[in-house]
């Protein structure tokens, strides 16, 4: 079973910070996931990378398959970015981390 | 515009009483699964279907039920037989192979 594990578990910054949100699993995957949820419940795609980066507006995300290590970072940061951040390992099927939780503060 | 209609939003029910919740998407996708969501734990897998008429147990299927007539839909049935129901419950679909998850707006279940 893949462990997922994602740091840190809440993070609060102010309007305008740049944000880190790391995610680490344990075994090989065909790719990983970034999801975000919003206080509603619903959840929507961030990215999906299996290698490099990929970058969506103020979104970038990153993975090294060698250290199973990835980065989702969030540049000058705004209040509408507050929501939770899911990580998701995919090898066939999903293995979720347990979120972290961003408030940005105006 | 495409997607997955989670109804019904909130759902209350008395211990005892079996209750289905309902998931409908119009993106033709082949494969579906049915997650739950509890505080401070990462979303874990019911039941997922990857065809009509087949469908195969997650990590935690034990006391509940699903079905797949029809591609579109994929019920998910709560039984009694369940020993701790209320959670969130969100519903997901993806095209087969390496493709993202897309995911209803989820079923709050209260069972009291």
Redesign the interface.
């Known amino acids: 079973k893949n462990e997922v594990e994602q740091s840190p578990q809440n993070l609060t910054a102010q309007e305008g910070e740049f944000i880190t949100i790391n995610c680490s699993y344990s075994v090989g995957i065909s790719a990983l996931h970034w999801l975000q949820q919003h206080p509603g419940g619903g959840i929507v795609s961030l990215f999906m990378l299996s290698s490099g980066k990929k970058k969506h507006g103020r979104l970038i995300a990153t993975i090294n398959i060698q250290e199973k290590h990835s980065s989702l970072h969030i540049t000058a940061s705004h209040p509408r970015d507050s929501a939770v951040y899911i990580c998701a390992v995919d090898y066939g099927q999903f293995y979720f981390g347990t979120g972290t939780s961003l408030t940005v503060i105006p | 515009d495409g997607g997955i209609t989670q109804s019904p939003k909130y759902l209350f029910r008395k211990e005892g009483q079996n209750v289905t919740l309902s998931c409908e998407q119009n993106l033709n996708h082949d494969a579906m699964?049915w997650?739950r969501q509890d505080p401070?734990?990462?979303?874990?897998?019911i039941y997922?279907s990857q065809i009509v008429n087949d469908f195969q147990k997650?990590d935690i299927a034990e006391g509940y039920s699903v079905s797949r007539e029809k591609k579109e839909s994929f019920p998910l049935t709560v039984t009694s037989a369940q020993k701790n129901p209320t959670a969130?419950y969100?519903c997901?679909s993806r095209r087969t192979g390496?493709?993202?998850?897309?995911?209803?707006?989820?079923t709050?279940l209260t069972v009291t």
């Open positions: 699964y997650y401070g734990q990462g979303l874990r897998l997922y997650g969130f969100l997901a390496n493709s993202p998850l897309h995911f209803g707006n989820g709050r």
